[in-house]
Protein backbone atom coordinates (compact mmCIF):
# COMPACT_ATOMS: atom_id res chain seq x y z
CA UNK A 1 0.00 0.00 0.00
CA UNK A 2 1.61 3.10 -1.03
CA UNK A 3 1.13 5.98 1.38
CA UNK A 4 2.49 9.50 2.47
CA UNK A 5 4.75 10.33 5.49
CA UNK A 6 6.74 12.72 6.83
CA UNK A 7 10.33 12.48 6.58
CA UNK A 8 13.04 13.55 9.20
CA UNK A 9 16.81 13.93 9.87
CA UNK A 10 17.13 9.93 11.13
CA UNK A 11 15.83 9.04 7.63
CA UNK A 12 18.58 9.79 5.81
CA UNK A 13 20.09 6.21 5.00
CA UNK A 14 16.29 5.51 4.14
CA UNK A 15 16.16 8.61 1.23
CA UNK A 16 20.02 8.65 0.48
CA UNK A 17 19.94 6.02 -2.32
CA UNK A 18 16.99 8.35 -4.27
CA UNK A 19 18.97 11.58 -3.91
CA UNK A 20 21.91 9.83 -5.09
CA UNK A 21 20.12 9.07 -8.13
CA UNK A 22 19.51 12.46 -8.62
CA UNK A 23 23.13 13.63 -8.25
CA UNK A 24 25.59 11.65 -6.54
CA UNK A 25 28.14 14.46 -6.47
CA UNK A 26 27.11 17.04 -3.78
CA UNK A 27 26.93 16.31 0.00
CA UNK A 28 23.39 15.40 0.54
CA UNK A 29 23.20 14.78 3.97
CA UNK A 30 23.50 18.81 4.35
CA UNK A 31 20.45 18.96 3.96
CA UNK A 32 18.93 16.41 6.95
CA UNK A 33 21.92 17.54 9.50
CA UNK A 34 20.91 21.58 8.66
CA UNK A 35 20.26 23.27 11.67
CA UNK A 36 17.82 25.80 10.27
CA UNK A 37 15.03 23.63 10.17
CA UNK A 38 12.17 25.52 11.71
CA UNK A 39 9.72 22.46 11.61
CA UNK A 40 10.48 18.82 13.08
CA UNK A 41 10.79 16.98 9.48
CA UNK A 42 12.47 18.11 5.97
CA UNK A 43 10.42 16.87 3.23
CA UNK A 44 7.54 14.18 2.78
CA UNK A 45 8.30 10.27 1.83
CA UNK A 46 6.03 8.25 -0.95
CA UNK A 47 6.43 4.80 0.44
CA UNK A 48 4.92 1.50 -0.72
CA UNK A 49 5.20 -0.47 2.08
CA UNK A 50 8.32 -0.39 4.29
CA UNK A 51 10.24 0.80 1.12
CA UNK A 52 10.43 5.17 -0.71
CA UNK A 53 9.59 5.20 -3.96
CA UNK A 54 9.02 9.34 -3.65
CA UNK A 55 10.50 11.77 -1.73
CA UNK A 56 10.22 16.00 -1.81
CA UNK A 57 13.07 17.46 0.14
CA UNK A 58 12.12 21.15 2.36
CA UNK A 59 13.69 23.62 4.26
CA UNK A 60 12.23 25.17 6.97
CA UNK A 61 13.32 28.94 8.60
CA UNK A 62 11.55 31.84 10.14
CA UNK A 63 13.36 35.12 9.69
CA UNK A 64 12.44 38.68 10.82
CA UNK A 65 12.10 40.94 7.56
CA UNK A 66 10.71 44.70 7.44
CA UNK A 67 9.75 44.25 11.35
CA UNK A 68 7.61 41.22 11.15
CA UNK A 69 8.73 37.20 11.43
CA UNK A 70 8.60 35.50 8.06
CA UNK A 71 8.03 31.39 7.89
CA UNK A 72 9.76 30.13 4.67
CA UNK A 73 9.81 26.32 2.90
CA UNK A 74 12.15 25.96 0.49
CA UNK A 75 10.99 22.73 -1.98
CA UNK A 76 14.47 21.15 -3.51
CA UNK A 77 14.50 17.22 -4.96
CA UNK A 78 10.89 16.91 -6.00
CA UNK A 79 11.82 12.94 -7.24
CA UNK A 80 9.76 10.00 -7.81
CA UNK A 81 10.22 6.40 -8.96
CA UNK A 82 9.13 6.19 -12.96
CA UNK A 83 6.45 3.61 -12.02
CA UNK A 84 4.94 6.03 -8.85
CA UNK A 85 4.74 9.29 -11.18
CA UNK A 86 1.29 8.77 -11.02
CA UNK A 87 1.43 10.35 -7.18
CA UNK A 88 3.69 13.00 -7.74
CA UNK A 89 1.60 15.27 -6.49
CA UNK A 90 0.38 13.80 -3.14
CA UNK A 91 4.08 15.05 -2.35
CA UNK A 92 3.17 19.07 -3.03
CA UNK A 93 -0.16 19.13 -2.24
CA UNK A 94 0.41 19.02 1.79
CA UNK A 95 2.25 22.26 1.42
CA UNK A 96 -0.85 24.06 -0.20
CA UNK A 97 -2.00 23.94 3.19
CA UNK A 98 0.66 25.97 5.07
CA UNK A 99 -0.36 29.52 6.69
CA UNK A 100 1.15 32.18 6.26
CA UNK A 101 4.02 30.76 4.79
CA UNK A 102 6.38 31.94 1.81
CA UNK A 103 7.06 29.01 -0.76
CA UNK A 104 9.89 29.38 -2.65
CA UNK A 105 11.53 26.27 -5.86
CA UNK A 106 15.18 28.23 -6.15
CA UNK A 107 15.85 25.34 -8.69
CA UNK A 108 12.81 23.94 -10.32
CA UNK A 109 13.03 21.07 -12.62
CA UNK A 110 11.69 21.40 -16.28
CA UNK A 111 8.59 19.06 -15.48
CA UNK A 112 8.29 20.72 -12.07
CA UNK A 113 7.48 24.09 -13.49
CA UNK A 114 4.09 23.74 -15.24
CA UNK A 115 2.79 21.99 -11.99
CA UNK A 116 3.97 24.61 -9.75
CA UNK A 117 2.53 27.38 -11.88
CA UNK A 118 -0.78 25.57 -11.94
CA UNK A 119 -0.49 25.71 -8.22
CA UNK A 120 -0.25 29.18 -7.47
CA UNK A 121 3.44 29.73 -8.09
CA UNK A 122 4.82 32.78 -9.76
CA UNK A 123 8.12 33.65 -10.83
CA UNK A 124 10.30 34.93 -8.67
CA UNK A 125 13.37 35.58 -11.13
CA UNK A 126 14.82 34.57 -14.40
CA UNK A 127 17.24 36.38 -15.21
CA UNK A 128 21.29 36.33 -13.84
CA UNK A 129 23.25 39.59 -14.02
CA UNK A 130 27.15 38.80 -14.49
CA UNK A 131 29.33 41.40 -12.67
CA UNK A 132 32.85 41.97 -14.94
CA UNK A 133 36.12 42.67 -13.78
CA UNK A 134 36.74 46.17 -13.73
CA UNK A 135 40.01 47.87 -14.97
CA UNK A 136 41.74 48.97 -11.76
CA UNK A 137 39.86 50.35 -8.49
CA UNK A 138 37.74 53.53 -7.73
CA UNK A 139 40.35 55.48 -5.65
CA UNK A 140 37.93 57.60 -4.22
CA UNK A 141 35.78 55.14 -3.43
CA UNK A 142 38.24 53.14 -1.38
CA UNK A 143 39.30 56.34 0.38
CA UNK A 144 35.58 56.57 1.94
CA UNK A 145 34.66 52.75 2.42
CA UNK A 146 35.80 50.09 4.23
CA UNK A 147 35.70 46.50 2.92
CA UNK A 148 36.63 43.74 5.49
CA UNK A 149 36.05 39.80 5.14
CA UNK A 150 37.17 39.43 9.05
CA UNK A 151 34.21 37.31 10.79
CA UNK A 152 35.12 38.92 14.31
CA UNK A 153 35.06 42.41 12.97
CA UNK A 154 31.98 41.69 11.06
CA UNK A 155 30.15 40.09 13.79
CA UNK A 156 30.39 43.50 15.91
CA UNK A 157 29.44 45.65 13.17
CA UNK A 158 25.75 43.66 12.49
CA UNK A 159 22.11 44.87 13.58
CA UNK A 160 20.04 42.05 15.54
CA UNK A 161 18.49 41.06 12.21
CA UNK A 162 21.57 40.72 10.01
CA UNK A 163 23.73 38.74 12.84
CA UNK A 164 21.22 36.14 12.73
CA UNK A 165 21.61 35.69 9.45
CA UNK A 166 25.60 35.41 9.95
CA UNK A 167 25.13 32.75 13.11
CA UNK A 168 23.07 30.51 10.71
CA UNK A 169 25.87 30.90 7.90
CA UNK A 170 28.58 30.60 9.34
CA UNK A 171 29.52 27.07 10.33
CA UNK A 172 29.06 26.57 6.29
CA UNK A 173 32.77 26.71 4.75
CA UNK A 174 31.34 27.61 1.39
CA UNK A 175 29.50 30.64 2.62
CA UNK A 176 31.67 34.33 2.83
CA UNK A 177 31.00 37.45 4.16
CA UNK A 178 31.83 40.80 3.49
CA UNK A 179 31.10 43.70 5.20
CA UNK A 180 31.26 47.20 3.12
CA UNK A 181 31.23 50.03 5.76
CA UNK A 182 31.25 54.12 4.93
CA UNK A 183 31.04 55.08 8.82
CA UNK A 184 27.39 55.91 8.17
CA UNK A 185 25.88 52.64 7.34
CA UNK A 186 27.03 49.60 5.74
CA UNK A 187 25.93 46.36 3.24
CA UNK A 188 26.67 43.14 4.55
CA UNK A 189 27.18 40.42 1.59
CA UNK A 190 27.14 36.52 1.38
CA UNK A 191 28.08 34.91 -0.98
CA UNK A 192 29.73 31.32 -2.07
CA UNK A 193 32.49 30.14 -4.18
CA UNK A 194 31.45 27.53 -6.61
CA UNK A 195 33.74 25.25 -8.49
CA UNK A 196 33.09 24.38 -11.64
CA UNK A 197 34.72 22.49 -14.54
CA UNK A 198 34.37 25.00 -17.20
CA UNK A 199 34.01 28.41 -15.15
CA UNK A 200 34.32 28.68 -11.42
CA UNK A 201 32.59 31.86 -10.17
CA UNK A 202 31.47 34.02 -6.96
CA UNK A 203 27.64 33.51 -6.33
CA UNK A 204 25.60 36.28 -4.06
CA UNK A 205 23.01 35.20 -2.14
CA UNK A 206 22.43 37.91 0.13
CA UNK A 207 22.84 42.19 0.23
CA UNK A 208 22.03 43.91 2.95
CA UNK A 209 21.63 47.35 1.48
CA UNK A 210 21.44 47.81 -2.08
CA UNK A 211 22.24 51.07 -2.03
CA UNK A 212 25.81 50.70 -0.69
CA UNK A 213 26.42 47.92 -2.83
CA UNK A 214 25.61 49.73 -5.82
CA UNK A 215 27.59 52.82 -4.82
CA UNK A 216 30.70 50.22 -4.12
CA UNK A 217 29.84 47.82 -6.31
CA UNK A 218 33.27 47.71 -8.67
CA UNK A 219 35.47 47.94 -5.45
CA UNK A 220 33.00 45.10 -4.02
CA UNK A 221 33.62 42.53 -7.13
CA UNK A 222 37.34 43.71 -7.02
CA UNK A 223 37.45 42.40 -3.27
CA UNK A 224 35.05 39.18 -4.04
CA UNK A 225 37.80 37.92 -7.11
CA UNK A 226 40.85 39.10 -5.10
CA UNK A 227 39.46 36.82 -1.97
CA UNK A 228 38.08 33.75 -4.25
CA UNK A 229 40.32 33.89 -7.18
CA UNK A 230 37.57 33.51 -9.61
CA UNK A 231 37.39 36.03 -12.42
CA UNK A 232 33.21 36.66 -12.39
CA UNK A 233 30.43 37.38 -9.64
CA UNK A 234 26.74 36.83 -10.21
CA UNK A 235 23.90 37.57 -9.03
CA UNK A 236 20.16 37.45 -9.38
CA UNK A 237 18.41 40.12 -10.57
CA UNK A 238 15.96 40.61 -8.16
CA UNK A 239 18.58 41.25 -5.84
CA UNK A 240 19.62 44.59 -7.17
CA UNK A 241 16.12 46.05 -8.32
CA UNK A 242 16.07 48.42 -11.01
CA UNK A 243 20.32 49.88 -10.46
CA UNK A 244 22.21 49.98 -12.90
CA UNK A 245 25.91 48.52 -11.97
CA UNK A 246 28.64 49.51 -14.36
CA UNK A 247 30.42 46.42 -16.08
CA UNK A 248 27.76 43.59 -16.23
CA UNK A 249 25.07 42.37 -17.85
CA UNK A 250 22.20 40.25 -17.66
CA UNK A 251 21.59 36.32 -18.76
CA UNK A 252 18.45 34.25 -18.83
CA UNK A 253 18.27 31.48 -16.35
CA UNK A 254 17.35 28.29 -17.68
CA UNK A 255 14.40 27.91 -15.52
CA UNK A 256 13.13 30.46 -13.65
CA UNK A 257 13.10 30.18 -9.83
CA UNK A 258 9.02 30.00 -8.62
CA UNK A 259 7.38 31.34 -4.91
CA UNK A 260 4.14 31.39 -3.73
CA UNK A 261 3.87 34.21 -0.95
CA UNK A 262 0.93 36.30 0.01
CA UNK A 263 3.36 38.97 2.12
CA UNK A 264 6.40 39.16 0.37
CA UNK A 265 7.20 40.53 -2.93
CA UNK A 266 10.43 39.05 -5.33
CA UNK A 267 12.95 41.14 -4.11
CA UNK A 268 12.23 40.86 -0.37
CA UNK A 269 13.23 36.89 -0.93
CA UNK A 270 16.99 35.98 -0.94
CA UNK A 271 19.09 32.82 -1.34
CA UNK A 272 19.43 32.10 1.93
CA UNK A 273 18.30 29.14 3.92
CA UNK A 274 18.25 27.20 0.72
CA UNK A 275 19.41 24.39 -1.80
CA UNK A 276 21.53 27.10 -2.82
CA UNK A 277 23.84 27.70 0.68
CA UNK A 278 23.61 23.99 1.73
CA UNK A 279 24.28 21.77 -1.28
CA UNK A 280 27.06 24.64 -3.14
CA UNK A 281 25.73 25.05 -6.74
CA UNK A 282 24.55 27.91 -9.04
CA UNK A 283 22.37 27.91 -12.14
CA UNK A 284 24.40 29.61 -14.40
CA UNK A 285 22.33 29.01 -17.86
CA UNK A 286 23.91 25.94 -19.82
CA UNK A 287 25.26 28.83 -22.67
CA UNK A 288 28.62 27.65 -22.15
CA UNK A 289 29.88 28.96 -25.45
CA UNK A 290 28.85 32.65 -24.58
CA UNK A 291 30.08 31.92 -20.86
CA UNK A 292 33.82 30.48 -22.33
CA UNK A 293 33.82 34.00 -24.69
CA UNK A 294 33.46 35.71 -21.57
CA UNK A 295 35.98 33.70 -19.33
CA UNK A 296 38.76 34.36 -22.02
CA UNK A 297 38.52 37.98 -22.11
CA UNK A 298 38.78 38.32 -18.64
CA UNK A 299 41.20 35.63 -18.00
CA UNK A 300 44.20 37.94 -19.09
CA UNK A 301 42.99 40.42 -16.55
CA UNK A 302 42.34 37.47 -13.90
CA UNK A 303 45.74 36.46 -14.37
CA UNK A 304 48.02 39.47 -14.09
CA UNK A 305 45.82 41.67 -11.51
CA UNK A 306 48.22 42.99 -8.74
CA UNK A 307 46.58 40.38 -5.32
CA UNK A 308 48.22 42.81 -3.13
Not at 181 to 195: A, G, L
Request: with cysteine.
Amino acid sequence: MVSLQKVDRSMYEEVSPLLFNLNAQVNWRNIFDCNWQAEDYCGYGLFDGNEIVGFLGLIFSRRAIANRVENFCNIHSWIVKPQYRDRSLSLILPLLKLKDCTLTDLSPAPRAIEILQRLGFKRLDSKLRVLLPVSGRNKNAIEIVHLSQEKSHIAKRLSKQDFSLFQDHISYSNCNHLLIDNDKNYCYVIYTIVKQAFLSHCYIQYISNIQIFSQYSGAIRSEIMRHSRTPLVVVDSRLIASFKLPFSYDLLFSFPKLYKSSSLNPDRIDNLYSELILLNFSLIPNNLQELRGLWHETKYWHSTRNDS
